[in-house]
């Protein structure tokens, strides 16, 4: 079993930043993969980012490329999603979640475990 509660989001203007965060418990942190994903309203649950085990491979959606950035510190059984530029199509409940394989993946079916979601509204 895996516990995960992700922290961190609000309400910020556009162009602005924010760093969501996700704490694990349970089985051993550093033995899987961690993603994040977000729905917007009305709209599918999507891809947002995923890291590795160690870290060493880090994966983005398009869509965030050049202004989210992953991370993880298994020291603090920790994953981060920092945010910058945001936008007000980058409202959306924001999901962490935690694939038992390794190496992570963009499809929300690969992954076991699910937090409850933080929302992040973004004001024009």
């Known amino acids: 079993q895996v516990q995960l509660i992700e922290s961190g989001g609000g309400l910020v203007q556009a162009g602005g930043s924010l760093r969501l965060s996700c704490a694990a418990s349970g089985r051993t942190f550093s033995s899987y993969a961690m993603g994040w994903f977000r729905q917007a309203p009305g709209k599918e649950r999507e891809f947002v980012a995923a890291?590795?085990?160690?870290?060493?491979?880090?994966y983005y959606a398009d869509s965030v490329k050049g202004r989210f950035t992953i991370s993880r510190d298994n020291a603090k059984n920790t994953v981060y999603l920092q945010i910058n530029s945001l936008k007000p199509e980058d409202t959306a409940v924001y999901y962490c979640?935690?694939?038992?394989?390794?190496?992570?993946?963009?499809?929300?079916?690969?992954?076991?475990?699910w937090g409850q979601g933080t929302q992040v509204t973004v004001s024009s």
């Open positions: 979640a935690a694939d038992l394989n390794a190496y992570g993946s963009m499809y929300y079916r690969d992954y076991d475990y």
């Open positions: 890291i590795s085990w160690s870290g060493g491979n880090t």
